[in-house]
C-alpha cells in the first residue's frame, strides 16, 4: 500500500511530515496542493516525522496537507534519446517544459511551472532495434541484449543494472522500430520468473552505476586542444580535475572551451547554480556548430543540464548527480565521456542551506560536517573501467569551483584539491591582464602525463618560474639593476606565456590546438627559449622579442595546412637564426 | 477559511518577527497586523504545527501581543501598469509621493518563478552609453545583469543616472534601497529635468524606513518590471543600493537564529541575489530586462561577501574608483555577443589597448619608486596618461566608433606598430598615417 503523510511543518524549501506505514531515506514523495503535485526527497527521519527538501516553491502549502510517497528514490530514465537534451536537475527536458507551460497561455511558457515533471526521454519517438543476444544466453546486469543507433553511437541497450544474479534469455523481440518502453526481451531469473525488458530503465542518482569489471589507471592524456592544459597541466582519460577561480577569471569560458573541442565521444555539462545566459549560449551555438571529429553537430554528443541560480536550490544539489549518472550510463557502452560540472561550489551551497535548515552543527564556514566525504565520493565516480565485454569506458569529472573571496584556502576548494589529479588554478591577476586562459602556471599541478615528453615540459615551466621571479627582482632593483642575463630570460618567459600559454578562445584558429600542432608549436617555442641572443642591451632584446612574439601570434591564427601557415614557420625560425650568437 | 480568521493573541515578538498559534493558515500567505504601532502587513515565513511565525513588514516596535491579526489568504501583490508611471512607492506598493493608492487597480505577485532556460534567448542588443569605458572596453547589452562596484562616497547614483538617461529603454523602473532621503529626491529631479519621469516607476525604502521594506524593494521593482517586459516594453532597472539589501538580510536571518556564513550573513546569500539579478532576461517574442545594480563594497574589499557573491551571479562588473571607471577588474561578459558586429577593429584594439595600460601601471610603480625609466617605459608612461585622458575620464561623452578613432591616434602617438601587438592586417587598415 502506498504510505502517505500529513505536513507538520513548513520552513522555507522543508517541510515536516508525518507518515504512517514505512518510507525510506532519500525516498521521493508529492505534496499535494489543489490540482499540483510538489515533488520533494526525505533528507531525514527522525521522531517519526522526516524531513523533505522540497524541488519547488513551498508557497500555499499547510499543515495538515497530503503528502503521497513513491517508494522510489530520486532516480534518471536511462535509454535511447538523452543526447542532445537539456534538462533542468531532476532531468525534466526543458524546451518540452516550455511546450507543455505555454498551452496554458503564452506569458506562462516563459517561466517555469511549479509542479509540472515530464519524462525525461520521449514515448513517442521510435528507434530501431537490432537484436544481439539470442535466446537461451546466460546474462548479467549491463550486458549487452541488442542495440539501437543514436546519432553516431550503437547505443547498447543492456540487462537493467538493477537486477541481480544471472538471467537467461527467454526471447528477444525481433528487429524493427520500438519505443523506449516497449518490451523488447523476456529474461527469466534463477527462479524460473519472467521479467520484461524495456529499452528504458531506471537508475538512482545518489547510487555509483558499478557494472563493470574492473577500474583501471588514467593513463591516456585527454586532449582538450587548450595549449595550457594539454602541454603543462594535462587531464586523463578517466580522471578528475578542478577549476577554482575568483569570479571573471573565466572559468565558464574555459569549460565552454572544452566542452566544445575536448576529444571525447558524449560531454555531458552541468551548469549548477550559474547564469542562465551562459547556458543559453551554449544551447543556442552548440546546435550549429560541427564536432569536428564526426561532422555532425556538437549538440549530438551533448547533454546540458541545467539547472541555473534562480531555480529551486534542492534541485540544484541533484543536478550533479544526475549528470554523473547519466555519464555512467553511456560509459557503460564503452564509450568516453566527459562531466563538466559548473560550479560545484553552487552545489556545496545547495548542500549547506540544506543542512541549515535542518539545524545540523555546522563545520567551518557553515557547512556540513560531510561536505568533504560527498565532494570525494562525487568525484569518485570518474574512472576508466572494463566492462563486462571487454570494451573500455570512462567517465571523466572536471568541476569548477568558486572560492569566496577568490581565496583558494575556503573548505570546497580544499576538499576538492585533496581528492581530485590536476589543479588548473586560474588567477585574478592573470585575468586582469587578459591573459586567458588564466590557468596560474605557477601554482598549478597535473599529476597526468602530457602530450609533451615531461622533461621538456619541465624546462619550460622552469623558465617560467626563474622569469617571474626576475620580474618580481625586478619590481625591486629596477630594470637597471638587473643583469641582461636575467632579463633576458625574464622576457623568454613573458614570451612563452604570450605565444603558448595564452590562447584566444574567440579566435576561430587559435581557439583549439590539436595535439600535433601544439608539438609543433611547442618545438619552435622551445628554439626561442634555449638561444642565445647576440644583443648587447636590453631594448634591442625586448624589441626582438616582441617582434618575435607578434610573428608567432599571426602563425597562432594561420589555418594549418595554408601556404602562410609555413610561410609563418620559415620567418619564425630565420628571426630565431639572425638574433643567435654565431 | 474564506471569511478571514482573526486571532488577538500573539506568544512571542523578537526583531520584526512575531509568533502566534493559528490554523488554516498557508505558507508565504500575507496577514495584517493591527495593533496600537498603526497597521502593517505580514507574511508567514514559518509553519511548526499549530505556530505560525509572521515577518511585520514595518517591524514589531510597538506591535502588542493582543494586536489583531487577520490572514489574507494571499501572497503579497504589488500594483502593476501603466498608472506606475511616474510614480514613487514603497516596497510594499504603498504610494509614498502623496498620490493616489493603486492596490484597487491591476496588480502583479512577486517573486514569480524562474524563467525557463530554454525560452531565452541569446543577447544581442549593444546598449550605447557614450561613455568609452562602456561601449568600447565592457559594452552593456540588453538583458544584461550589471553590477557598480564602488566603495561608498564614490558617484554611482550620478553613473546610475546618467546610464539610465542615455540609455534607448521605454521604461525605468528605480529600486532604491536603504537610500539617503536627499539621494531620492536627486534622483527624481535629475529625472525630471530630462522628462525621464514620465517613464520612470520608484520603489524607494530611505534608511529611515523599517528593514523588511527594504527586502521587498527588489522583488516589488522586478515584479514590476517583468510585467512591463511581457508586454512587450524595454526596460531598464536600476537597483541601488543592494548591499542595503543583503545588510537587511544578513540583519532578520540572524534575528531568525539562523546560523550565519561568513561574516553574518546567511547561507543562502548566493541564492537569494541571484534570485532576484537572473530576472534580468530578453523575453523572445516580448520585452526585456536589464539590471544595473549599485553595490557598496564595505572597506573597499571586493572579497566582503556582498560584492564577492554578487560577482559570481552577475555578467560582468565595473569598478568605479575615484571616480572614473577601472579598466582592470570591470568586465562585461556579454560584450563578446555584440563587440564582434560594431567594427571589426574593436576587440583587437580593446585587448591591446588594455594590455598596454597594464604594462604601464607597472612602469609607473617602478617610476614612483624612483627607478631609471627606458625608452619602453617613457612610451607606456606617455600612453598610459593619454589613455587616461582621453578614454577613462567620465567626461568623455562620445559614441564608440569616434572612441575607437580616438584609440588608434592614442597608439600611434605613443608606439611603433610591431610593439602594440595587433595583426598586421587590422594596423595596416587602420594604423593613423602620419602627416
Excluded at chain 1, 527538501?53 to 530520486?74: A, C, K, M, R, W
Excluded at chain 1, 538493477?162 to 520500438?178: D, F, T
Excluded at chain 1, 566527459?338 to 549547506?352: E, F, G, I, P, Y
Excluded at chain 2, 560584450?335 to 560594431?342: A, E, L, M, Y
Aim: contains cysteine; charged residues 25%; aromatic residues 8%.
Amino acid at each position: 500500500m502506498q504510505t502517505t503523510g500529513k505536513i507538520t511543518g513548513v520552513n522555507g524549501n522543508m517541510v515536516t511530515v508525518a507518515f504512517d506505514g514505512a518510507v525510506a531515506q532519500n525516498e521521493v514523495g508529492y505534496a499535494i496542493l489543489g490540482d499540483v503535485r510538489v515533488m520533494a526527497e526525505i533528507v531525514r527521519v527522525r521522531n517519526g516525522l522526516c524531513d523533505m527538501q522540497v524541488f519547488d516553491s513551498t508557497n500555499g502549502l499547510e499543515i495538515g496537507g497530503t503528502v503521497e510517497f513513491t517508494g522510489d528514490l530520486l532516480s534518471v530514465e536511462l535509454g535511447p534519446g538523452l543526447l542532445g537534451m537539456v534538462y533542468d536537475g531532476l532531468q525534466n527536458p526543458l524546451s518540452e517544459l516550455a511546450e507543455e507551460a505555454s498551452k496554458k497561455s503564452f506569458e506562462d511558457g516563459f517561466f517555469l511551472q511549479r509542479g509540472m515533471y515530464l519524462n525525461g526521454l520521449s514515448r513517442t519517438a521510435k528507434w530501431k532495434w537490432t537484436p544481439s543476444a539470442k535466446p537461451g544466453a546466460e546474462l548479467t546486469a549491463g550486458e549487452e541484449i541488442g542495440w539501437v543507433p543514436e546519432g553516431i553511437f550503437r547505443h547498447k541497450i543492456m540487462v537493467p543494472f538493477s537486477l541481480r544474479g544471472r538471467y537467461a534469455v527467454k526471447s528477444v523481440a525481433p528487429e524493427g522500430e520500438y519505443g523506449v518502453d516497449g518490451e523488447i526481451a523476456v529474461l527469466t531469473d534463477s527462479a524460473g520468473r519472467d521479467v520484461p525488458v524495456k529499452m528504458l530503465q531506471r537508475w538512482p542518482v545518489k547510487v555509483p552505476l558499478k557494472c563493470y569489471v574492473e577500474r583501471l589507471a588514467p593513463e591516456e592524456t585527454l586532449v582538450t586542444s587548450i595549449r595550457t592544459i594539454d602541454t603543462f597541466f594535462p587531464v586523463a582519460v578517466g580522471g578528475t580535475y578542478c577549476i577554482p577561480g575568483p569570479f571573471g577569471a573565466g572559468k565558464t569560458v574555459l569549460q565552454q572551451t572544452t566542452a566544445r573541442y575536448a576529444k571525447v565521444d558524449v560531454v555531458i555539462s552541468a551548469a549548477c547554480g550559474e547564469r542562465a545566459g551562459e547556458v543559453v549560449e551554449t544551447l543556442k551555438e552548440f546546435p550549429e556548430l560541427t564536432d569536428p571529429r564526426t561532422g555532425k553537430s556538437l549538440m549530438e554528443r551533448t547533454i546540458i543540464i541545467c539547472n541555473t541560480s534562480s531555480m529551486p536550490v534542492a534541485s540544484r544539489e541533484a543536478s550533479v548527480y544526475t549528470a554523473v549518472t547519466l555519464a555512467e550510463y553511456y560509459r557503460q557502452m564503452g564509450l568516453n565521456v566527459l562531466v563538466l560540472a559548473d560550479s560545484t561550489s553552487r552545489w556545496a551551497q545547495a548542500m549547506r542551506e540544506l543542512s541549515g535548515r535542518l539545524e545540523e552543527i555546522p563545520g567551518e564556514e557553515a557547512f556540513p560536517a560531510y561536505l568533504e566525504s560527498r565532494i570525494a565520493a562525487f568525484y569518485e565516480r570518474a574512472g576508466r573501467v572494463t566492462l563486462k565485454d571487454g570494451s573500455v569506458g570512462s567517465v571523466t569529472i572536471g568541476g569548477t569551483v568558486s572560492p569566496a573571496g577568490g581565496n583558494f584556502d575556503e573548505p570546497v576548494t580544499q576538499a576538492t584539491l585533496k581528492v581530485v589529479s590536476a589543479f588548473h588554478g586560474l588567477s585574478r591577476a592573470r585575468s586582469d591582464a587578459r591573459r586567458y586562459p588564466a590557468i596560474d602556471p605557477l601554482e598549478s599541478w597535473s599529476k597526468y602525463r602530457p602530450v609533451i615528453e615531461s622533461a621538456r615540459v619541465e624546462k619550460a615551466r622552469g623558465i617560467l618560474r626563474k622569469g617571474s621571479e626576475v620580474g618580481q627582482m625586478m619590481k625591486v632593483v629596477g630594470e637597471e639593476g638587473t643583469s641582461l642575463e636575467d632579463f633576458t630570460v625574464y622576457l623568454k618567459a613573458e614570451f612563452l606565456d604570450a605565444v603558448y600559454l595564452q590562447q584566444n578562445a574567440f579566435s576561430a584558429v587559435d581557439a583549439s590546438t590539436p595535439e600535433d600542432r601544439q608539438r609543433a608549436m611547442f618545438e619552435e617555442t622551445e628554439k626561442a627559449l634555449s638561444m642565445e641572443c647576440r644583443f648587447e642591451d636590453k631594448d634591442e632584446t625586448r624589441k626582438f622579442f616582441l617582434n618575435l612574439q607578434q610573428a608567432f601570434i599571426d602563425w597562432n591564427n594561420t589555418p594549418a595546412g595554408s601556404p602562410e601557415y609555413e610561410a609563418a614557420v620559415k620567418d619564425i625560425e630565420t628571426r630565431i637564426k639572425e638574433a643567435s650568437r654565431v | 477559511m474564506f471569511d478571514n480568521k482573526v486571532y488577538r493573541k500573539i506568544d512571542s515578538l523578537s526583531g520584526s518577527v512575531a509568533t502566534l498559534r493559528a490554523e488554516g493558515v498557508k505558507y508565504g500567505e500575507i496577514a495584517e497586523i493591527e495593533s496600537r504601532a498603526g497597521t502593517s502587513l505580514a507574511q508567514v515565513i514559518k509553519l511548526d504545527r499549530e505556530n505560525v511565525t509572521l515577518q511585520i513588514f514595518a517591524g514589531a516596535r510597538g506591535v502588542d501581543t493582543s494586536a489583531r491579526v487577520r490572514f489574507l489568504g494571499s501572497a503579497l501583490r504589488i500594483p502593476c501598469g501603466d498608472a506606475l508611471l511616474g510614480r514613487a512607492f514603497t516596497g510594499t506598493g504603498r504610494p509614498r509621493d502623496g498620490g493616489p493608492d493603486l492596490s484597487s487597480g491591476p496588480t502583479v505577485e512577486t517573486g514569480r518563478p524562474s524563467v525557463n532556460p530554454a525560452r531565452r534567448v541569446v543577447p544581442k542588443k549593444m546598449v550605447r552609453t557614450n561613455i568609452p569605458m562602456i561601449d568600447l572596453f565592457n559594452s552593456l547589452v540588453e538583458s544584461q545583469k550589471l553590477p557598480i562596484f564602488a566603495k561608498a562616497g564614490e558617484p554611482y547614483n550620478e553613473l546610475l543616472s546618467r546610464i539610465a538617461l542615455q540609455a534607448e529603454v521605454d521604461v525605468i523602473v528605480l529600486g532604491g534601497m536603504g537610500l539617503k532621503y536627499d539621494d531620492y529626491l536627486k534622483f527624481r529631479d535629475t529625472l525630471d529635468e530630462s522628462g525621464a519621469l514620465a517613464r520612470t516607476v520608484m520603489f524607494v525604502h530611505t534608511a529611515a524606513d523599517p528593514v523588511v521594506e527594504c527586502m521587498l524593494v527588489p522583488d516589488a521593482s522586478l515584479a514590476v518590471a517583468e510585467e512591463f517586459a511581457l508586454r512587450g516594453k524595454r526596460v531598464l532597472v536600476l537597483l541601488t543600493d543592494m548591499t542595503s539589501f543583503a545588510d537587511a538580510l544578513k540583519e532578520i536571518s540572524i534575528t531568525m537564529e539562523q546560523i550565519p556564513s561568513n561574516r553574518g550573513y546567511p547561507g543562502n546569500l548566493y541564492s537569494e541575489l541571484a534570485s532576484r539579478y537572473e530576472k534580468a532576461v530578453d523575453f523572445n517574442g516580448a520585452g526585456s530586462i536589464t539590471i544595473l545594480a549599485v553595490t557598496t563594497m564595505p572597506g573597499d574589499d571586493v572579497t566582503h561577501p556582498v560584492p564577492d557573491n554578487t560577482g559570481y551571479i552577475t555578467e560582468g562588473q565595473f569598478y568605479l574608483r575615484n571616480g572614473r571607471i577601472e579598466p582592470f577588474g570591470s568586465l562585461s561578459r556579454l560584450k563578446q555577443q555584440v563587440n564582434k558586429d560594431t567594427r571589426e577593429d574593436h576587440r583587437t584594439l580593446m585587448d591591446a589597448m588594455i594590455k598596454l595600460y597594464s604594462s604601464y601601471k607597472e612602469t609607473a610603480e617602478k617610476q614612483s619608486m624612483g627607478f631609471r625609466m627606458s625608452e619602453w617605459d617613457r612610451k607606456l608612461i606617455k600612453y598610459g596618461e593619454a589613455f587616461e585622458k582621453g578614454m577613462m575620464d567620465l567626461a568623455v561623452n562620445i559614441p564608440l566608433e569616434q572612441a575607437l578613432d580616438r584609440g588608434w591616434e592614442i597608439l600611434a602617438g605613443c608606439f611603433e606598430r610591431s610593439e602594440t601587438g595587433i595583426p598586421s592586417k587590422l594596423s595596416d587598415k587602420y594604423w593613423p598615417r602620419k602627416g
